[in-house]
């Protein structure tokens, strides 16, 4: 499975960006997916995570109510929606999958993943 990351860039806090992960080689269906970031000198922090059939999603404490995970298997692409963006956020998110998922089971550790996109950079100025 290769993932690739679009739609960061710059934003103003309180506004709102949406990041996609474009999926190609086996279906998008059956894998659970998750949202990952990283600051420079820390370690790489889940945020968000959704089941191989959707109805399990997990979220950050720090993100709950403004981020929200979705799924298009058809279009073989995930999202990420941010709304209320604060300078806190800024980071280089990636996209990921497990090599394996059971269904109605959603991975929140970077160590349950296996796919990784390449990452794009979202800065919110303070």
């Known amino acids: 499975l290769k993932l690739v990351e679009s739609g960061g860039g710059l934003v103003q806090p309180g506004g709102s960006l949406r990041l996609s992960c474009a999926s190609s080689g086996y279906p998008l269906e059956y894998y659970a997916i998750g949202w990952f970031r990283q600051v420079p000198g820390k370690e790489r922090e889940v945020i968000s995570c959704?089941?191989?059939?959707?109805?399990?999603?997990n979220y950050v404490e720090s993100v709950k109510g403004r981020f929200t995970i979705s799924r298009d298997n058809a279009k073989k692409t995930f999202y990420l929606q941010m709304n209320n963006l604060k300078p806190e956020d800024t980071a280089v998110y990636y996209c990921?999958?497990?090599?394996?998922?059971?269904?109605?089971?959603?991975?929140?550790?970077?160590?349950?993943?296996?796919?990784w996109g390449q990452g794009t950079q979202v800065t919110v100025p303070s």
């Open positions: 959704m089941s191989v059939g959707g109805d399990t999603a």
């Open positions: 990921a999958a497990p090599e394996f998922s059971i269904r109605g089971y959603c991975y929140m550790t970077a160590d349950d993943y296996s796919f």
